[in-house]
T-cell receptor, first 117, second 113 residues
Framework: GAGVSQTPSNKVTEKGKYVELRCDPISGHTALYWYRQSLGQGPEFLIYFQGTGAADDSGLPNDRFFAVRPEGSVSTLKIQRTERGDSAVYLC???????????????FGPGTRLTVT | GNSVTQMEGPVTLSEEAFLTINCTYTATGYPSLFWYVQYPGEGLQLLLKATKADDKGSNKGFEATYRKETTSFHLEKGSVQVSDSAVYFCALRLGGSNYKLTFGKGTLLTVNP
């Protein structure tokens, strides 16, 4: 079946602009995660959704970053007033669910490479 | 805090050579440990995992053993192939219902024919 998809694959934007990054999880996966991978680093957790709600947004670096998942499927990561330091690969992952009932394997998308000039 | 330290790359080997990529961790409690692989142009894929001390994860000829006494989870393969060229990430996840993965910086492996 189809895996996690992310669009666009590449995004170049100017400093100060607003960007939206989209993630389509695997059908039926209720848990969705965003990670950020800076050059030469491993992925770092940003936010976790269980269904429509953000269960944990402790990894978002500041209030310029926001993510939504209005219907419990597709998620959009939104970055306002982009800065050069936001340049990174943004990874999305999904899993069946997480929580007291169990933690399931996270399946990752190919990522969106964001470059802020 | 929790962290993962893995061998810095890049690592370049000839086909059929033996591979070791070192990984050590710092964590509170008893984490689960993972190796992920990222092939060029693709997303991260789970390669293998181990959930408790002395467990050995294995897949596609790769192995790693959870060593609590040395807080290590080194990745090994007896005979690498060109198709194993990729970036390898060691990661941990704390126990219970914790879902956050903490990754190392990654190690680029290039296997030459």
């Amino acid at each position: 079946g189809a895996g996690v998809s992310q669009t666009p694959s590449n995004k170049v934007t100017e400093k100060g602009k607003y960007v939206e990054l989209r993630c389509d999880p695997i059908s039926g996966h209720t848990a969705l995660y965003w990670y950020r991978q800076s050059l030469g680093q491993g992925p770092e957790f940003l936010i976790y959704f269980q269904g429509t709600g953000a269960a944990d947004d402790s990894g978002l670096p500041n209030d310029r970053f926001f993510a939504v998942r209005p219907e419990g499927s597709v998620s959009t990561l939104k970055i306002q007033r982009t800065e050069r330091g936001d340049s990174a690969v943004y990874l999305c992952a999904s899993s069946l669910r997480s929580g007291a009932s169990g933690v399931y394997e996270q399946y990752f998308g190919p990522g969106t490479r964001l470059t802020v000039t | 805090g929790n962290s993962v330290t893995q061998m810095e790359g890049p690592v370049t080997l000839s086909e059929e050579a033996f591979l070791t990529i070192n990984c050590t961790y710092t964590a509170t409690g008893y984490p689960s440990l993972f190796w992920y692989v990222q092939y060029p142009g693709e997303g991260l894929q789970l390669l293998l995992k181990a959930t408790k001390a002395d467990d050995k994860g294995s897949n596609k000829g790769f192995e790693a053993t959870y060593r609590k006494e040395t807080t290590s989870f080194h990745l090994e393969k007896g005979s690498v192939q060109v198709s194993d060229s990729a970036v390898y990430f060691c990661a941990l996840r704390l126990g219970g219902s914790n879902y956050k993965l903490t990754f190392g910086k990654g190690t680029l492996l290039t296997v030459n024919p």
